[in-house]
Nanobody, 121 residues
Framework: QVQLVQSGGGLVQPGGSLRLSCAAS????????MSWYRQAPGKEREMVAS????????NYADSVKGRFTISGDNAKNTVYLQMNSLKPEDMAVYYC??????????????WGQGTQVTVSS
């Protein structure tokens, strides 16, 4: 079965850093992209970063450009989100998402369980 297991959340002070991990299992070779989303209380879930599998093309929300970096380790089937210069506005539950496509199934989206990132002094 497809599974995305997240880790690395926690409490940091403003200006600090955190690294989130998302370990994938049960996938075929049809994964198109991996993304990180976040949702703060009272806010809509928003995409903060994505990476295209194979091509390595990345995309970031304007609010995190220059501070966050998405990367992957294909050998470990793991995607990371390095978050630097964290701000209180970054406080949210962060979710990993996989986008896959396959013959007979088409497009599918899989979500990690979410991990809390708290930014506070």
């Amino acid at each position: 079965q497809v599974q995305l297991v997240q880790s690395g959340g926690g409490l940091v002070q403003p200006g600090g850093s955190l690294r989130l991990s998302c370990a994938a299992s049960g996938f075929t070779s049809s994964t198109l992209s991996m993304s990180w989303y976040r949702q703060a209380p009272g806010k809509e879930r928003e995409m903060v970063a994505s990476i295209t599998i194979g091509g390595g093309t990345t995309n970031y929300a304007d609010s995190v450009k220059g501070r966050f970096t998405i990367s992957g380790d294909n050998a470990k089937n793991t995607v990371y989100l390095q978050m630097n210069s964290l701000k209180p506005e970054d406080m949210a539950v962060y979710y990993c998402r996989a986008h896959t496509v396959s013959i007979g199934v088409g497009n599918q989206l899989y979500w990690g369980q979410g991990t809390q990132v708290t930014v506070s002094s």
